[in-house]
């Protein structure tokens, strides 16, 4: 197996292109561990949730991670361009095509499926049949959000793990 061409982000590049780097894998390493922390620690609770419990559960939650994440997705789109323009000749131009594909698809999900169920949610649901259908379908679509999450963190670790591998090479065959 031939590893990715000659040079990129390893290979003698200007501290802010390793910065970028850095702050895309931060962000997908919180959104990474935000999925996984849902579907480990909040959805088993979710058959005990009623009507008089759900609210302080779940909305305070969602407009807090909702206020938060919003701009640091914007944040991620324009690090990952950016991590395409410095690695667009090389071979690992594929890992922030993947990511910002995964990013793209999960925003679009959150706005046009997720957000309006959250709208319901904090609008106070008071029916419980209805409270259970919506909360499955939150999860449900969360679940697949997690998986997207989980592309991205992945896509970047093993950015960082070939980069690292590489380097030592790199090294050593300098003058």
Same mark, same amino acid.
Request: glycine share 4%; net charge positive.
């Given at each position: 197996?031939?590893?990715?061409?000659?040079?990129?982000?390893?290979?003698?590049?200007?501290?802010? !292109? &390793?910065?970028?780097?850095?702050?895309?894998?931060?962000? /997908?390493?919180?959104?990474?561990?935000?999925?996984?922390?849902?579907?480990?620690?909040?959805?088993?609770?979710?058959?005990?949730?009623?009507?008089?419990? *759900? *609210?302080?559960?779940? &909305?305070? !939650?969602? !407009?807090?991670?909702?206020?938060?994440?919003?701009?640091?997705?914007?944040?991620?789109?324009?690090?990952?361009? &950016?991590?395409?323009?410095?690695?667009?000749?090389?071979?690992?131009?594929?890992?922030?095509? /993947?990511?910002?594909?995964?990013?793209?698809?999960?925003?679009?999900?959150?706005?046009?499926?997720?957000?309006?169920?959250?709208?319901?949610?904090?609008?106070?649901?008071?029916?419980?049949?209805?409270?259970?259908?919506?909360?499955?379908?939150?999860?449900?679509?969360?679940?697949?959000?997690?998986?997207?999450?989980?592309?991205?963190? /992945?896509?970047?670790?093993?950015? &960082?793990?070939?980069?690292?591998?590489?380097?030592?090479?790199?090294?050593?065959?300098?003058?």
């Amino acid at each position: 197996m031939t590893s990715p061409s000659t040079t990129g982000i390893a290979d003698h590049s200007p501290g802010w !292109q &390793v910065a970028n780097v850095i702050f895309l894998l931060a962000c /997908v390493s919180m959104y990474f561990g935000t999925g996984w922390s849902l579907v480990l620690f909040s959805f088993p609770i979710a058959p005990k949730l009623t009507t008089a419990t *759900y *609210y302080l559960q779940f &909305v305070p !939650q969602v !407009q807090a991670a909702t206020a938060f994440l919003t701009p640091m997705t914007i944040a991620m789109m324009v690090s990952a361009v &950016v991590m395409i323009w410095t690695e667009w000749k090389t071979g690992y131009r594929w890992v922030p095509i /993947v990511v910002l594909a995964a990013v793209t698809i999960a925003t679009v999900l959150t706005e046009k499926v997720i957000f309006p169920l959250n709208v319901e949610m904090a609008a106070g649901i008071t029916d419980q049949s209805r409270l259970t259908g919506i909360l499955d379908r939150w999860m449900s679509f969360n679940r697949i959000r997690v998986w997207l999450w989980t592309l991205e963190w /992945v896509t970047m670790a093993a950015y &960082v793990f070939m980069k690292t591998a590489r380097a030592p090479r790199l090294r050593e065959a300098a003058p």
